[in-house]
């Protein structure tokens, strides 16, 4: 099983981001409940969006609420996260994570900095 996070980088308050995670190993489709957490420095790692197996229904953290989206393309084998009005507190280093028989399974990783 692998994940392989892209997309990070600096941006703006205000702009747009789209994070992908590249799964392998394994397949999306349905089955499985997909998730991006995010870890500032200093701070423990956070969830950020959870999309749900079996379930059309998505989950964000109250600070992401209307600002960012997580999809899925199951014939890519790909997730994604949607950020747009980022602010400077979004920075950090964003993880994509599955959890498969009970064994959670996480990317390498990749940052967003929101700076002027």
């Known amino acids: 099983v692998q994940l392989m996070e892209s997309g990070g980088g600096l941006v703006q308050p205000g702009g747009s981001l789209r994070l992908s995670c590249a799964a392998s190993?394994?397949?999306?489709?349905?089955?499985?409940?997909m998730s991006w957490y995010r870890q500032a420095p200093g701070k423990e790692r956070e969830l950020v969006a959870k999309?749900?197996?079996?379930?059309?229904?998505?989950t964000y953290a109250d600070s992401v609420k209307g600002r960012f989206t997580i999809s899925r393309d199951n014939a890519k084998n790909t997730v994604y996260l949607q950020m747009n009005n980022l602010k400077p507190e979004d920075t950090a280093v964003y993880y994509c994570?599955?959890?498969?028989?009970?064994?959670?399974?996480w990317g390498q990783g990749t940052q967003v900095t929101v700076s002027s």
């Open positions: 999309s749900f197996r079996y379930i059309s229904t998505l």
């Open positions: 190993g394994f397949s999306l489709g349905s089955s499985t409940t």
């Open positions: 994570n599955v959890r498969l028989i009970g064994t959670d399974y």
